[in-house]
């Protein structure tokens, strides 16, 4: 029960490692390029034991006419296996994409920006600092934030863009960024633009919830679903089915549901719309909530999650839907 994407055929083009475990990708079109914003993604069609699902991925850079797409892929151990396809792709490969879509645009009504990059979120934030330089803005300025210097792709390229305005935190090295001193670093006009890992998104939000500007300046764009605990197999119940289910940890909560006929509405499949929300009317363990539409005040209150992200640790869970078994 997901909304229609509009897909096309492409073709594989030019595959580079740009550091360890990233693999850019570009990507032709069969009918060219569309025009597109910076912060846009697209949905990939892909196989995971041979079931096709789809994955979204940022595209790199701005729009440059008669140029294929580009995106970068980060290779993921704890990955269900999109990243896994998408390394096994070779030029010339053969695939479905769906149109450009922004759920993560870059405004340009302000004259101070700080853009927060986490690992491999630094690809729709590339594109963004790029236009902003070009336009000339003089009040831009970067926090790239990882594990290794080896794992963050295009650090050159930002250097020779941004000189002094960007700085760099490798955890491998200077141990953990203090997300506490994002606040020292902008004024009321500043807006952020953010992606990242869960841990990070959610550092920079609570912090600048509490801090004294206004949260509407702070953008953010989810990456992936990682979340507090490792995944790991849960049971999930159902009493109104008389239904009990095993997520294993390979798949989400909303992927069990639709494999035992149950239906949930979604769209996302990122933990941001909320379409996919269930009631939880008992658990044992922790909830993982992985999702960005509920605000910290109601995760606490474990009423509700959203079954396409989160999980259950060291428990099970017992839920009800708003719709009716086929």
């Not at 570009?26 to 699902?53: C, K, M, R, Y």
């Amino acid at each position: 029960m997901r909304y229609r994407n509009t897909w096309e055929n492409a073709v594989v083009g030019k595959m580079e490692k740009v550091a360890e475990n990233v693999m850019e990708i570009q990507l032709i079109p069969e009918h060219g390029t569309a025009v597109f914003t910076v912060g846009s993604h697209i949905d990939i069609s892909v196989l995971i034991n041979d079931v096709p699902e789809v994955r979204s991925y940022s595209l790199v850079g701005q729009y440059e006419p008669n140029s294929p797409y580009t995106i970068a892929v980060k290779r993921l151990s704890e990955s269900r296996g999109g990243s896994a396809y998408m390394w096994s792709l070779k030029e010339g490969s053969r695939l479905q994409i769906s149109q450009p879509s922004n759920h993560f645009e870059l405004s340009f009504n302000s004259s101070d920006y700080l853009l927060i990059a986490g690992g491999i979120g630094i690809t729709p934030i590339l594109g963004m600092a790029e236009q902003l330089i070009a336009k000339g803005n003089k009040n831009v300025r970067m926090l790239y934030l990882g594990s290794a210097d080896y794992e963050m792709p295009y650090i050159s390229r930002l250097q020779k863009m941004l000189g002094k305005q960007i700085t760099l935190n490798f955890s491998n090295v200077n141990g953990s960024y203090n997300v506490s001193k994002v606040i020292d670093l902008c004024n009321e006009k500043t807006q952020i633009y953010l992606c990242g890992p869960i841990r990070l998104m959610n550092a920079v939000r609570k912090t600048w919830e509490e801090g004294p500007f206004e949260n509407s300046n702070l953008r953010f764009e989810t990456f992936g679903a990682s979340g507090l605990f490792a995944p790991q197999d849960f049971l999930l119940k159902i009493p109104r089915f008389d239904l009990q289910i095993e997520v294993k940890k390979n798949k989400t909560m909303l992927q069990a549901l639709e494999e035992a006929h149950v239906e949930v509405m979604y769209d996302c499949k990122k933990g941001e719309c909320g379409l996919c929300q269930v009631d939880v009317l008992e658990y044992s363990g922790d909830i993982d909530h992985r999702d960005f539409f509920f605000s910290e005040s109601e995760k606490g209150e474990n009423n509700k999650l959203c079954a396409c992200v989160s999980r259950v640790a060291n428990g099970h869970i017992v839920i009800d839907t708003a719709y009716r078994r086929k």
